[in-house]
DNA sequence: GAAATTTCATGAAACGTTTCACAATAAATG
DNA sequence: CATTTATTGTGAAACGTTTCATGAAATTTC
């Protein structure tokens, strides 16, 4: 005469266990209760296989041990790799990651903070782009890479730190005259210090640096008149560049070996990020790696802070330097690598 | 007198424009209601800030509108890219994407599988590696690359079709002799019709071939040793070798680099996946594409589909080919990309 | 113009939890 | 042993929707 129909609910289980319905609800959500009454309801939710309905827990206690991340995409790897750490980091604190792909798109970064106030989600962590977004004072908001203002919590590597490194390495490395290479967005967000920081790098140990920046709207080939400007015939005007990301080293690596250049030999060449492409340690070129499992641990620590007061603006978290290439003794790691090979 | 504290329900917003519960909750679904009625509903929708609460939504409708997507990882840049465009295909219908990734953990897999019993989302669509998945029979549930047998949809490239064209493509580009490598998983996955594939089209143009496929025990520098035996001195014993995955043509690319040997010049490489990495066109290597897009699509259309019983057991969609390098002249098309570059 | 029919707003019931005032039992106290 | 105190199970109320039987109003029909 049970109804077959559909999963078991909690007043099932106190039915099957003969206690009442606050006591399954203890017991659910692991609140003190009598032994042998646990024995019981266990018994009873094992036998009838059953499973909370999240959308009454939702209802009644406004949690649903979701957070939304927001990224631009999935397939910059330094993103990839955030959105694989915050997953992590969520997980290993029982909460579901909701990913949302903004495309920097800042129509679509407004609609996914809206969702929160649907009571989809618990709180926010959002790398994004528009400036002026609209947050609810006490929704859970913390950002990377963006400061946002008082009260919004912003976590992002040490930048300047790492701008600052790039020109140490380069000067480690023997190189005399190099560049920086940035696309620029103009906004007032953290990796532009990288830029500040490498200046600074360079004049501390007497390099003679150039910086070349193309804004938003310049045609990437402003990068290729650039490099052949100082480099066709290998004539070698710079003989390091740091380069604002990963992306961007890798593309100018790829057009420098096109023109007949060896990196590292002939030109070093820094990035940013360090994104593992292949999750095994290994980098696409030699970086400033961004510490992605640190940065995502911090967002979620704050993000799921009780005490909103205590919640610092401005969390700066410590990068390193990785070295690019592959190695015969290299390879050899590579048997732990785990990158989805089939 | 108003309560300031929580959000505003449907009940206050049917008490500030004069109307009954049950309009306002035809108005918010868009069903059918007088004129007058909307206009009034709307208008004091907007003024309170009305949001729907969508917990108390799913424990009526047994609706979240969120599809779980259950991936090994992110980094990898082919599950990136299957991310992003799944991402893409349910934020167009309404649906929001929960990921979770797995890291090729049987267990874990499990675990997600049976979030969608609690009610956490609409459905699953799952890269997953565990052979044995228990999924609820009725548990809207499409996989990528693995059958699981009947009820549930698998959807893939047309990883046979690909193999061919690599042998194709590696024949018209004067190749004589060649390899297929592979790091083996044993299940039967989709992605192994690429060996046969591969076979059959070097039958077919009469190529000499082998296999060289390394169990999933197997430390990775069994491929190092392998390309030492043949590749050694500039030995050259194949002037051709399809890789089965980007990542693995990538890595092998770089050691045969690092032996002095040119990519494409002295030897052919094909890779398979074609992710890009930076959202631009451009790929790592020569490779065998994946219509990411098309399968993000299909897995969305057949999670969501109505009628369980019209669901095809196995979706295969056309692969295609794409150059790797990167020369002065698509240095141009680079312009319009969008992958994070600051 | 009265009766039959259609249209559509109404509001109570239900969804499956959590919470909390209350009651019942057990333990401690003098 | 009676009384106070501490402990813990109980079950009704509430969370904010959706749904549906009800009835009022508008429309059509003869």
Redesign the interface.
């Known amino acids: 005469m049970k109804k077959m129909s559909s999963?078991p609910t909690m007043k099932d289980v106190a039915r099957e266990a003969g206690v009442a319905l606050g006591t399954v609800s203890k017991v659910v959500n692991g609140l003190p209760v009598g032994e042998n009454y646990r024995i019981r309801v266990e018994a009873a939710i094992e036998k009838l296989d059953y499973?909370?309905?999240?959308?009454?827990q939702?209802?009644k206690s406004?949690r649903?041990y979701?957070i939304a991340v927001l990224l631009?995409?999935?397939?910059?790897?330094?993103?990839?790799?955030l959105?694989?750490q915050l997953?992590?980091a969520l997980?290993r604190r029982g909460y579901?990651?909701?990913?949302?792909?903004t495309?920097?798109n800042p129509t679509e970064e407004q609609e996914y903070i809206?969702?929160v106030?649907?009571?989809?989600v618990d709180g926010i962590i959002g790398l994004t782009y528009n400036p002026n977004l609209v947050v609810e004072p006490d929704t859970p908001y913390v950002t990377i890479d963006r400061y946002m203002g008082p009260g919004i919590p912003c976590v992002a590597s040490d930048n300047y730190a790492g701008g600052q490194m790039a020109a140490e390495k380069l000067a480690d490395l023997g190189c005399r005259k190099v560049a920086f290479l940035?696309?620029?967005?103009s906004l007032t967000?953290e990796?532009?210090k990288r830029r500040s920081g490498f200046e600074n790098g360079c004049l501390a140990r007497q390099l003679n640096y150039e910086m070349k920046i193309l804004d938003d709207g310049d045609?990437?080939?402003g990068f290729?008149d650039f490099l052949k400007e100082h480099f066709h015939n290998r004539k070698l005007d710079f003989d390091g560049l740091f380069c604002?990301?990963d992306?961007?080293a890798?593309?100018i690596m790829?057009?420098l070996e096109?023109m007949g250049l060896k990196v590292p030999e002939d030109v070093q060449i820094i990035g940013f990020d360090g994104?593992?492409?292949?999750?095994d340690g290994r980098y696409v070129c030699s970086t400033i790696v961004q510490p992605t499992d640190a940065i995502a641990e911090m967002c979620v620590e704050l993000v799921l802070m009780d005490n909103a007061a205590l919640r610092p603006p401005l969390v700066c978290l410590p990068v390193s330097y990785a070295y690019g290439?592959?190695?015969?003794e290299t390879?050899?790691e590579?048997?732990d690598?785990?990158?989805?090979?089939?």
């Open positions: 999963a499973q909370v309905n999240s959308y009454a939702g209802l406004n649903t979701s631009p995409n999935t397939f910059n790897p330094f993103f990839a790799d959105a694989y997953n992590l997980q579901k990651m909701l990913l949302c792909c495309g920097y809206n969702m106030r649907q009571n989809k940035r696309i620029g967005s967000n990796p532009n045609p990437f080939d290729i604002v990301t992306n961007l890798f593309q790829k057009v096109s994104a593992r492409m292949f999750g290439g592959t190695t015969s390879a050899q590579l048997q690598a785990d990158g989805g090979i089939f």
